[in-house]
């Protein structure tokens, strides 16, 4: 999308893959807290890091943590005495985490975690595949995907805000798809720290903050006395947060120009006259784009709609937008065995989404690209033929087709 930019928000351009475009943004946010136990393909954030604190260009505490699990409670722990804070890991890092993630979520702390998605062990792999990230979708978590470099620097900003709105107060997830973004080479443009700090104001918990002067409890065994009353007041902050989402994209056009437009959830391409479309999350939208260009050189009225925000989920928005088209196929590059209908995780939110409309499209669903695998223009031009074979058929209910797999 090319807009214009503000004259001096922009101090320079370079090239930087999505790990180091990560970590400018994390300078640019001046996080006071960094814990690291790095686990590819998420390591080079924490390499990008540890350079930039060594070259003076930013103050913060570098926590070289024992584990994965030690590095979560660092970082959580620095945010509860007020302290912007950040971390990552991939895959069975993450996991290894899970206890450190869900008490993070459920005492509301606002950190920052980039998970750089791999599969699951076992059986091993270095690739993609975004369960890893989906684990906590339920646990309170906002959580975002990134498609490009310049997005993940603009979302370390645009998660810090949203996270640490005094209306939300959740952890932040921000998610990006390993080596396809984590190691690929982006143009990139820098702001300047004074066009950051107009967007970005600096983490305040309130009256939260943990402090020998403010005695507060945090965590405590309420049992059955306030468990609900609990999960209602973070069941809130999360219908909130996409208020403030919406704000803060606001905010964010205002300082750096219009950079997203709205709904800001997810992002529609070539869909104002489209008949069929195809919705995925992260860097499948580069062969879905590409695919769309194609097909509709040959007259094909597709396009492409690329999810943002998977937690909170855009419903309305999301409805509002799909609701338009015959046919809707959804891909994902995850994996749910024995869900409804044997589909993947993102099929079911969408077809979820959909079911009040009573003219609603038919949805089919596609598991392509685990472990890493390439998702090519082709597979993708094969994804929006037997999605159109969906919209002739006028089906209601999908069939789940694996693409890119042997037989």
């Not at 302290?83 to 920052?112: I, K, N």
């Not at 195809?278 to 509709?296: K, S």
């Not at 995850?334 to 077809?351: M, S, Y």
């Not at 596609?366 to 993708?380: C, E, K, N, P, W």
Request: proline share 5%.
């Amino acid at each position: 999308m090319a807009v214009a930019q503000p004259v001096g928000v922009y101090e320079r351009e370079d090239l930087l893959t999505g790990c180091q475009a990560v970590a400018e943004g994390i300078r640019l946010a001046n996080v006071d807290v960094i814990a690291a136990y790095p686990i590819r393909p998420y390591t080079e954030v924490m390499d990008a890091i540890s350079k930039i604190i060594a070259d003076g260009k930013l103050v913060a505490e570098y926590i070289v943590a024992d584990s994965e699990h030690s590095q979560f409670e660092i970082v959580k722990h620095a945010a509860s005495v007020g302290a912007r804070a950040f971390a990552g890991s991939s895959g069975t890092g993450w996991m290894y985490g899970f206890e450190a993630l869900v008490v993070t979520a459920t005492d509301r702390l606002p950190v920052l975690f980039l998970v750089g998605n791999r599969a699951l062990d076992d059986p091993g792999a270095f690739g993609v595949e975004h369960n890893d990230a989906l684990a906590i979708r339920d646990m309170g978590w906002l959580l975002c995907w990134v498609a490009t470099a310049q997005e993940a620097l603009e979302h370390v900003l645009l998660g810090y805000r949203i996270a640490e709105d005094k209306h939300v107060r959740m952890p932040m997830a921000l998610a990006m798809d390993g080596a396809f973004l984590t190691h690929s080479q982006h143009i990139v443009r820098i702001p300047s720290q004074e066009a950051v700090n107009r967007f970005l104001p600096p983490f305040d918990l309130g009256e939260r903050r943990l402090h020998p002067d403010n005695p507060v409890s945090i965590a405590p065994q309420v049992n059955e006395d306030w468990v609900m009353e609990i999960r209602r007041q973070n069941w809130e902050a999360a219908r909130r947060a996409r208020r403030v989402i919406a704000t803060a994209y606001e905010e964010f056009n205002q300082v750096f120009g219009q950079r997203y437009r709205p709904p800001y959830y997810f992002e529609e391409f070539l869909t104002d006259d489209a008949e069929v479309v195809l919705i995925g999350m992260g860097t499948v939208a580069m062969p879905a784009r590409t695919a769309v260009r194609r097909l509709r050189e040959q007259g094909h009225r597709v396009g492409y709609v690329n999810l943002r925000w998977f937690r909170p989920f855009p419903t309305e928005e999301l409805r509002e937008s799909l609701r338009r088209f015959r046919a809707v196929g959804v891909i994902d590059r995850d994996f749910a065995h024995g869900a409804p209908d044997d589909g993947g995780v993102l099929l079911h939110e969408v077809r979820s989404c959909l079911y009040p409309v009573r003219e609603r499209p038919a949805v089919v669903n596609f598991i392509t690209g685990l472990g890493g695998r390439d998702v090519s223009i082709q597979d993708a031009i094969r994804m929006f033929e037997i999605t159109q074979e969906a919209a002739r058929e006028d089906r209601l209910d999908g069939f789940v087709t694996w693409v890119g797999v042997r037989e």
